[in-house]
């Protein structure tokens, strides 16, 4: 395994790209709200989804991607055999 | 370095891709049946279809020295016709003795729904009646998680399935590590949006290890990047992993797991 700070400074810029992309289009959504677009309840749950990821991101731990998955996900009901009879 | 890709689409490429892949390493490859992008409408369409991929891909492939082997089935997204299901499960057994044919594939869920979990069962008795491996499809984005674990709970509910002969495709973070403690193999798939990219497979590889874990591009006619196994293996080099650790990813394991199928005949590149 790469020590840490090398892993950090070649993936920088990457991640600099791609925190700029997520935070142009919270904006673009915020401009378009502001000009009385307001958002349909489903776009409202997937904004909260949103600002849930964001938060996930500022957490400690190296398992922040399982985690993204994971808040992206249906959840899983063990008893699904009973429910669809099957 | 030579690699295998366990999962691609190839009836979907051109030619000049087996071109490419051929110049970049690929000696083999292995390709599952597969959606067509519309529901094919008689059981003629799929019998057709599997001609294409035991007689026509073969000696394709052949031409750029790379050795291409099939799996059958109807797929996941056509299970909703559980009538027309059955029909094509009930003639698959006509290509089972064909030279290139792996096993039972890609069976799964699609959007999790009772129809595809039936013919998914029915798969799987096909597959044991005639002693064959499979290959597994989990579903997309949202629905994965669910339809990962419900695939599982069917495949160690029944006792006659072995898992050391299933590969399960399309793993990602959440569902890596089940499939690896259950028993499976895993195959992490390449694909520019929706599934892995080459960054986070390496990711999973650094993390669990080479053991039971495969990675494909699954290349096929919707964005998607044939060459993708060459990235990860760019990838897995760039960050100083060991060569034996990324080719028993992209070569030893497919070996590994498709020669418990009797028509996996691959002959290794002689590199003297």
Known sequence: MRPASQILSESFLEVRAKLLEVAATLDRIERSGSAGDALS?????QRAQLDTAIRIL????ADRAERLQKLFSREYESNWRQEMDL | MDYIDPHIHMV????DDYATLARMGCVAMSEPAFWAGFDRRSVDGFRDYFHQLTEIEPNRAAQYGIQHFTWLCINAKEAENVSLSREVIAMIPEFLDCP??????EIGLNKNTR???TVFLEHLE??????????IHTPHLADKYQGTRMILD???DDSR???SRVLVDHVEEHTVAEVLDRGFWAGMTLYPVTKCTPDRAADMIEKFGGERLLANSAGDWGPSKPTAVPDLIFEMRRRGNDESLTRKVVYDNPIAFFSQSKNFSFKERDVK
Do not use: Y
Request: proline share 3%; with cysteine; aromatic share 0%.
């Open chain 2, 100 to 105: 290139n044919v792996l096993g039972i594939g």
């Open chain 2, 161 to 163: 399935i072995d898992p």
């Open chain 1, 41 to 45: 309840a489903d776009a409202e749950e």
């Open chain 2, 154 to 156: 069917m495949l160690c």
């Open chain 2, 115 to 117: 129809n595809e979990a």
């Open chain 2, 126 to 135: 096909l597959a044991i009646k005639h002693d064959q491996q499979i290959l």
């Open chain 2, 12 to 15: 979907s490429r051109t030619t």
């Open chain 1, 58 to 61: 500022l957490d400690n731990g």
